[in-house]
């Protein structure tokens, strides 16, 4: 078999539906929308959770358990590689993290991550490390300091 003799398998093409077009194609005049009414209409459709202006379920069925997005802990992360950004030596603060242009903002607090390598000695300080994070700097002969 070669390149020029290749072919699609049969029925794996089909021509496209038109519809609305006259009464022998089965889909003419109305275009199988029926009569009138609000799916009839262009860019008539209804919402999938809509009920017809009954309660709907999921305001019907009582809302149970417990949350505290409101007040969870999120906290902006950055890795390990991302400090090699720096001169040995350096004290990298959450400030000079913002400052540097390696954090968007430090929502509740800094946490740094364990990802790449570090290849400068610093003091990092941080409101948290994860473990991986705190071996590739003790590693490096960083020190990491929890605020």
């Known amino acids: 078999m070669k390149l ?5 398998n049969i029925g794996a093409t ?22 009138k009414g609000q799916k009839a209409r262009s860019g008539g459709s209804i919402n999938p959770v809509f009920e017809g202006g009954q ?4 305001r ?3 809302k149970r358990g417990f949350t ?3 007040f ?7 890795n390990v590689e991302d400090l090699n950004h720096f001169e040995d030596g350096t004290v990298v603060t959450p400030a000079l993290l913002k400052d540097a242009g390696l954090l968007k903002k430090q929502c509740d607090g800094v946490k740094v991550l364990g990802k790449g390598k570090v ?6 300080q941080a409101n948290k490390f994860s473990s991986s994070a705190m071996e590739k700097l003790k590693e490096a002969g960083s020190k990491a300091e929890v605020i």
């Open 4 to 8: 020029h003799e290749l072919q699609r």
């Open 14 to 35: 089909q021509s496209k539906k038109r519809v609305g077009r006259g009464p022998g194609s089965g889909i003419g005049k109305t275009s199988g929308r029926g009569q």
């Open 55 to 58: 309660l709907p379920l999921y």
């Open 60 to 62: 019907r069925l009582p």
């Open 68 to 70: 505290n997005d409101k």
């Open 72 to 78: 969870k802990t999120v906290y902006a992360v950055i």
């Open 119 to 124: 290849e400068r000695k610093l003091t990092v």
